[in-house]
């Protein structure tokens, strides 16, 4: 179907089935990089085009030709993110200067995505970020944007896909994922996914495996009442593992070889997480649809091991050699309800979405243990400590929100979009080691509202402009060395930009230029690192360019382009510096494949990415230069119902950080390395 008109395609967006709504953002089915409607801005599907914001989505089609395992493969390669890699298999990921925060399926969670390890990406359709604030829907938040991670649906008929990844460094990792009818209507379909992993690491003696579950039923009860219902379940392992390289105490690099480790043989961090998810969506007619989700998600983590810390003297190479056992217990319940209506007022068509994020308890318990070593780096081999947990906490938080959204139509070809939320949080501690402690209040928020508006003129069938406010509210749970609490994180931002949609949508671009100011963000207290202390006032602004889709038959193409300044502009410890260093300023993503469609080589594809990136920093004093990594990639399709592909990974041998050291520790970015990948669909 040609996409045309804002006003037509949300005229269309509830008169359509109910099924053919819920699936029309699927990516499994049509092979592409661009995908036109989303999920992350509304609770319904939504074009792309009729979203104020900077969106980005990577595809099922783009998460296979990369060879993408993990979210942070697929952040790495987003647009306008900055992905860091951690020692023990996790993550962090900023934007615009803040860190992510994260969506699954629409539903927020709180605390759910930094530091923290994720469902293998065989779980998941595809992935959107909305960058910027996105408050309304994901409740406190901060002005980074927010990650969705749509998870993969039934499908109408019997489909299977098989596959295994090998590569480098002994990386097997298998799959499966079988979908079926349960009745001859096809109205109860079920889909089950599982896949595995077990890989060393281009740092010596560093493994990690994993086992991934996922099973979805979803039921037509009748042509307009859908019932899903979701588990998961995934264990994984990584030891040993090291933290990595620290710094020299004169600030020089440590320069060692991107194998060398520097861990103890005993490091150990495995975990186990589990989600239940249920969804029941109803329509009342062509112009009504009620939806509710609950989702419940756990995550057991622990980990024993030591990591050289506090710079290394360069005399002697003696370092501080921290030893730690830490047992991490978090469980997120929340509950989402929601009606999408559209009225004609004066003849106008209004859609209007309002909703209630009726329940969200985010229940933490960390149990800890530490000792310290001064050791010489190259002969710091500790025995296996056994120290029971001395020190542990609990923390609750718990958030209600209330939001509403009208998308207004007063005249052909322009769309107004207003909005708000209104929302109360409360969050409370206890020392439950070495002593159990009566349980603290945190500073809590009640009602705080959070208003934002947009505009967008459809400039040609093909370009859409759009100019948008949005409003921050981040609570803040650190305390100063008083033992207050900070006060809330507030501010704004104001974005403007054109998209387009072009050869009957596919291909989608954007342009975007936004200025992101804040206020009361949490840094650490100098004098006393175990405490805060307000930054003051701080600006981000920049500039993003995408470019996604299929300009010709057989080719795909992604690139995305970031010019990004983050500035501290009143702050009594950090002046005028970077807000935040670990993005760079200029950053270029890029992937493409092209499939010979005709002749001899026909089925025959290459494909090609680029990663490229300025300067960075982790703590102002030392600097990385920019660098580019490539990626190439031939593939054949055998049958069919059979392809592979043969990936080389930084195919030049970059040597570069994936994440800075400073006085602790840093990651290399992986050397060259290869991956074999054969497909079976049928």
Do not use: C
């Not at 390289?245 to 997480?273: C, E, H, V």
């Not at 542990?392 to 939320?421: C, F, M």
């Not at 975007?512 to 650490?524: D, G, I, K, P, Y």
């Amino acid at each position: 179907m040609t996409i045309t008109l804002g006003p037509v395609r949300v005229s269309g967006q509830l008169r359509q089935s109910l099924a053919s709504l819920l699936d029309s953002a699927d990516t499994v089915r049509d092979g592409r990089y661009s995908a036109d409607r989303v999920t992350v801005a509304g609770k319904l599907p939504l074009s792309v085009r009729q979203i104020p914001n900077s969106v980005s989505v990577v595809t099922q089609q783009r998460i296979r030709d990369q060879n993408m395992i993990s979210v942070e493969d697929v952040l790495r390669f987003t647009t306008g993110v900055t992905a860091a890699p951690y020692g023990d298999g996790t993550a962090y990921f900023m934007s615009r200067g803040y860190t992510l925060d994260v969506q699954y399926d629409g539903m927020p969670v709180v605390s759910g995505i930094q530091y923290l390890p994720q469902f293998d990406m065989m779980m998941y359709d595809r992935v959107e970020v909305m960058r910027g604030p996105t408050g309304l829907l994901q409740g406190t938040g901060s002005g980074a944007g927010s990650v969705n991670l749509v998870r993969k649906h039934t499908q109408d008929a019997f489909a299977t896909h098989v596959g295994v990844q090998a590569g480098s460094w002994n990386n097997v990792r298998p799959y499966a994922d079988v979908n079926t009818p349960l009745n001859a209507s096809h109205t109860l379909r079920a889909r089950i996914v599982a896949s595995g992993q077990s890989a060393d690491s281009f740092v010596h003696e560093v493994h990690q495996s994993e086992a991934m579950l996922y099973a979805i039923v979803d039921y037509d009860i009748d042509p307009q009442t859908r019932l899903t219902v979701s588990g998961s379940y995934q264990y994984s392992d990584r030891g040993p593992f090291d933290y990595g390289q620290s710094r020299y105490t004169n600030n020089k690099f440590l320069n060692f070889s991107r194998s060398a480790f520097f861990g103890s043989s005993w490091n150990d961090s495995p975990n186990s997480m589990g989600e239940g998810y249920v969804n029941i969506t109803h329509s009342f007619g062509k112009n009504l649809i009620w939806s509710t989700s609950v989702i419940d998600r756990y995550l057991d983590s622990s980990g024993i091991y030591s990591y050289m810390g506090g710079g290394v003297n360069y005399n002697t190479n003696l370092s501080k050699y921290f030893e730690q056992s830490n047992l991490n217990r978090q469980n997120m319940i929340g509950a989402d309800s929601n009606i999408n209506y559209r009225v004609n007022i004066m003849n106008r068509p209004m859609d209007l979405l309002v909703g209630t994020n009726m329940y969200q308890v985010y229940k933490r318990s960390l149990y800890g243990s530490g000792a310290t070593s001064t050791l010489n780096i190259f002969k710091s081999v500790l025995s296996k400590p056994n120290f029971p947990y001395s020190g542990g906490n609990d923390t609750t938080s718990e958030q209600w929100g209330a939001y509403a959204q009208a998308r207004l139509h007063p005249i052909k070809n322009l769309t107004v979009v207003l909005g708000g939320r209104v929302s109360s949080y409360w969050a409370d501690s206890r020392t439950i080691l070495p002593a159990r402690l009566s349980r603290s209040g945190q500073p809590g928020v009640e009602g705080k509202l959070t208003p934002n508006a947009g505009i967008l003129y459809d400039l040609t069938r093909e370009l859409t402009a759009y100019f948008s406010f949005s409003s921050i509210f981040t609570p803040q749970t650190e305390l100063t060395a008083s033992g207050e609490g900070l006060k809330p994180v507030t501010g704004r931002q104001y974005e403007a930009g054109v998209k387009g949609s072009f050869l009957s949508g596919n291909l989608l671009t954007s342009l975007a230029a936004f200025q992101l100011e804040t206020n009361n963000r949490a840094v650490s207290d100098p004098s006393d690192i175990r405490y805060y202390v307000s930054s003051g006032h701080a600006r981000s602004r920049g500039v993003e360019v995408e470019i996604n889709g299929r300009p010709l038959p057989g080719w795909n193409i992604y690139a995305g382009y970031t010019w990004l300044e983050t500035q501290y502009i009143s702050d009594p410890v950090y002046g005028n510096l970077s807000l935040q260093p670990e993005e760079p300023k200029h950053n270029f993503k890029f992937w493409s494949s092209y499939t010979i469609q005709n002749g001899i080589l026909k089925d025959l594809s290459f494909g090609a990415g680029l990663l490229v990136s300025s300067r960075t920093s982790r703590d102002y004093v030392v600097w990385q230069g920019g660098y580019t990594v490539l990626d190439l990639q031939v593939g054949y399709k055998v049958t069919p119902h059979l392809s592979t592909t043969l990936t080389v990974n930084n195919a030049t041998d970059k040597v570069y950080w994936a994440r800075l050291p400073t006085s602790y520790y840093g990651s290399y970015g992986a050397p060259r390395s290869v991956m074999a990948a054969i497909r079976a669909d049928f």
